[in-house]
């Protein structure tokens, strides 16, 4: 049974459709690449699967059940755009930051106890940071901050790990941690991982599945047998069938 | 000490230690989501609740309670439904609250008592303030203390809080009630007009030293108690309207904790 499936989702922007007709099964252990260009309905797509947005048309099956009835968000572990645009200055340690992600597992008095501060001290090593508990977030480095926000969804346990745009504004050095980290996690934890990713040619090796979005509509292909020269191809020609549509 | 063998000083420090920790405790969460506007617009709101008190002769404290429980309620579903405009919403509910207020007071006639309410009371603290504010910083600190990561996920990320399991709109809702009920309870000590400082400036002083969340809000706790204590006490020597002393005590406070951070930096961090 696939762990996320999408059946003929629809979703329009008032009269715009961003979203048409989606099919898309994502089996346990998948690591899929979402890829396309601006406005072509990655993140309404990510936004429908988070409950953000409720399709006009279709289904989300969550384990063979409607996602809306069944599912415990925290079992998606996200981290979105805008996860590096919180305000720097908030006086926040990487300890509470982790720590409130686990909001589910506290008791009456939201309140973290021992049992959770091993868990915080856990999802920190996994990502190797162990030391910077009591540190303040913002004083941190983009791609340190990044990996505490990788700590932070790990902290859950999720069973979905999606993943929009994670890398933009972190230097190379960062951008590899990163792919190491998420790696890391994907081989010792077997976790499913959707990523929304520009830069076509890293992902596509490192993800199982590159879905290609185009107007709305989604093209699943296997990894092994995506071609980027192939898609930059397409998209150019679609871009040549465009732009005389809008001239006129 | 001598003040202390006054009944009503007494009243006025019980009243003001209570609400000397719920503000900034509210506040801090308040601010951090920069919301702080919504303090100034629900203190005049409840201005308006004071004035029809005085108007239809209820006891104004209680009137200003509903009332801005109900302009908190209104201002959560505004802040939705506008996002773009929020601010632009607030605007015009504080200055609705204010134009009531200020016609209500006029209409009265007996503006006499409206003075306390603007600036505060030391010696119009009662038995029946006692009696309200009391249970009700209880209840603020109970639902404060249990909910306490929730309100820290929304001030940090409202939007991703909905993942983590917080439930947001109705977390939500409680805090606005939270917020709404604070500023009531502190009109007898500040008065209407300098309620919102007291959430926003002894936690603007708490963040200058803050190393974590926690610290932030034991530190605004410590400004705001020395800012509300040594006001009283002022208060009390220079027959000066408390709500002026204590933010004005808080505004030293702040700006002494900035020079010093400043000069620690320039002087002593190591390189």
Known sequence: ?????????????????????????????????????????????????????????????????????VMDWSSIGYISQQVKEFNQSFPATVREIVGSNLY?????????????????????????????????????????????????????????????????????????????????????YNKTIIMVSHDIQVISRHANRVVCFEEGQVYSHRAREFSYDDYMYDLRQTNLRIIPRHEH | MDF??????????????????????????????????????????????VAIGLFIGVFPLYMALIISIIAALAIEKLRKDYQDYAELSLAIILAAGLGLATI?????????????????????????????????AFIILAVIIK??????????????????????????????????????????VVGTLLIASLITIPVAAGMQLAWSFKSTIWLSLIYSLIAVNSGLIYSFYYDLAPGGTIIITGVLLLLATMLIKYLYQKFFRPR
């Open chain 1, 1 to 69: 049974m696939a762990l996320l499936e999408l059946k003929n989702i629809n979703f329009s922007y008032q009269q715009e459709k961003a979203v048409e007709n989606v099919r898309l099964s994502i089996e346990e252990g998948d690591f899929v690449a979402f890829i396309g260009p601006n406005g072509s309905g990655k993140s309404t797509l990510l936004k429908l699967i988070l409950g953000y947005l409720t399709p006009d048309k279709g289904e989300i099956l969550w384990q063979g059940q409607p996602a809306s009835d």
């Open chain 1, 104 to 188: 589910n597992k506290m008791g009456f008095i939201k309140f973290l106890n021992s049992s959770l501060e091993e868990k915080i001290a856990q999802a920190l090593k996994l990502v190797d940071m162990e030391g910077f508990m009591r540190r303040k977030i913002g004083n941190l480095s983009g791609g340190q901050q990044q990996r505490v926000f990788i700590a932070r969804l790990m902290v859950n346990d999720p069973d979905l790990i999606i993943l929009d745009e994670p890398l933009v504004g972190l230097d190379i050095k960062a951008q590899d941690d990163f792919y190491r980290i998420i790696g890391e996690i994907k081989e010792k």
């Open chain 2, 4 to 49: 202390l063998s006054y009944t009503f000083m007494r009243r006025a420090l019980i009243a003001g230690n209570m609400v000397g920790v719920i503000a900034p405790l509210v506040g801090v969460f308040l601010n951090l989501r920069r919301l702080s506007l919504i303090g100034h617009t629900l203190s005049h709101v409840a201005l308006a609740g």
């Open chain 2, 104 to 136: 209500l007071i006029s209409a009265a006639r007996q503006s006499a008592g409206i003075h306390s309410y603007l600036f505060g009371s030391i010696s119009l603290v009662g038995t029946r303030d006692i009696y309200m504010i009391l249970p009700l």
């Open chain 2, 147 to 188: 909910y306490y990561y929730g309100f820290f996920y929304l001030a940090f990320n409202e939007n991703e809080a909905r993942l983590a399991g917080v439930p947001v709109k109705a977390l939500n809702i409680v805090f606005m009630v939270v917020v709404a009920l604070t500023i009531s309870l502190a009109i007898r």
